[in-house]
């Protein structure tokens, strides 16, 4: 009977865990020869599902089995060194007043009984306090919220490096976004790429709405609608290609932010968080502001040369011409939000240049973050 079952729902289990579509690799690839290809199709959804599942599980495992216990005991230990000095400094400090108030001159008082000079035997260290206990969960839970940003995005950005490199697109070239549209089969580590980074930001839209809001939580809303969006229309209308240039420029400098931000929360070096958040702006700069204004240039002159605008289902042609001016107008949309975000970025390094202030997220809420 078991078997009988496990027969019955085989075919409906089956694209949760496989990539679905597939077909015969085209005769006259351009890239990914020795890859499978497949089609797209509404089926591709379960897949997402799975790995959204799969990143709630990483993330909780990173967060709780690894960054939370590092910066737990990385804390607690740089506050009990805290309080064994301030301690020491107390011990001596009165161990002179009394030197002095006996006016002996031996020096035995001075030194604090000569036996805690230099190390903390017999110093009584006071707990804690509710609000410093506070502060540290405070930048442990932070410091592991940013870890595991600081894991997907490298893995993504290195996989999605891989994935441009091997197609047949170059970034300053606008024409090799659209030459021989549509792309309609697709090879399997583009079909993978562009379900995780889905699965991602339908997972990130459910981080931020269980996490304390910041005062851009409707930015970053839209960002992420406006983004999971572009992506099914780019993948169901055959604009991968396109898709996989602006993915791998969006998730570059979202490495160094988080990174940044764990230095700061863990206490390591505030010159060395300077220093990455300087890394972060610079390669916002040139990613966001300058090559991806560059695909947008491709997308609303270069794209029409190459795009026949017709409904045609049977041909892969998938887009009107309000369709695609609808994509366009929402790439610029994107890069308006960003604009926003960069003059906090700016913000950030003018304080950071002017006043003594370390680099901070002026998008919290929070006075320590």
Known sequence: MDKVYAVALSPYLTPFYT??????????????????????????????????????????????????PFARWKLFRDLKHRQQTKALEEKKSNGAANGRANGNGNGHAANGNGHSNGHTNGVSLPPPTLKELRQLNHKVLRFAEQGWSVVYYTL?????????????????????????????????????????????????????????RRKDHIQMMSHHVITVFLMLTSYFSNFTRVGCAIMVLMDCCDIFLPLAKMIRYIEISQLLCDMTFGVFMISWLIT??????????????????????????????????????????????????????????????????????????????????
Not at 204 to 212: D, F, G, K
């Open 19 to 68: 990539l679905q579509y597939p077909t015969d690799t085209p005769t006259d690839t351009d890239s990914f020869h020795d890859s499978a290809y497949y089609n797209v199709g509404k089926l591709d959804i379960c897949l997402v599902i799975t790995f959204i599942a799969i990143m709630a599980i990483l993330r909780d495992a990173f967060r709780l089995l690894i960054f939370e």
């Open 156 to 212: 993504q950005w290195a996989f999605g490096v891989y994935v441009h490199y091997n197609l047949p697109t170059r970034m300053l070239d606008p024409t090799d976004l659209w030459v021989a549209y549509p792309h309609i089969h697709i090879a399997a580590p583009v079909k993978i790429y562009y379900l995780t980074q889905n699965a991602f930001y339908l997972h990130q839209m459910l981080v931020i709405n269980a996490e304390a």
């Open 288 to 369: 966001r502001h300058f090559l991806f204004n560059f695909v947008i240039y491709s997308t609303i002159f270069v794209g029409p040369q190459y795009v026949e605008f017709k409904w045609d289902w049977e041909g892969g042609y998938y887009v009107t011409k309000n369709a695609f001016s609808l994509f366009c107008f929402l790439l610029v949309v994107l890069q308006l939000i960003q604009c926003g975000w960069f003059w906090l970025i700016c913000k950030v390094v003018w304080r950071v240049l002017t006043t003594k202030e370390g680099a901070t997220d002026v998008r919290s809420d929070d006075e320590d973050e």
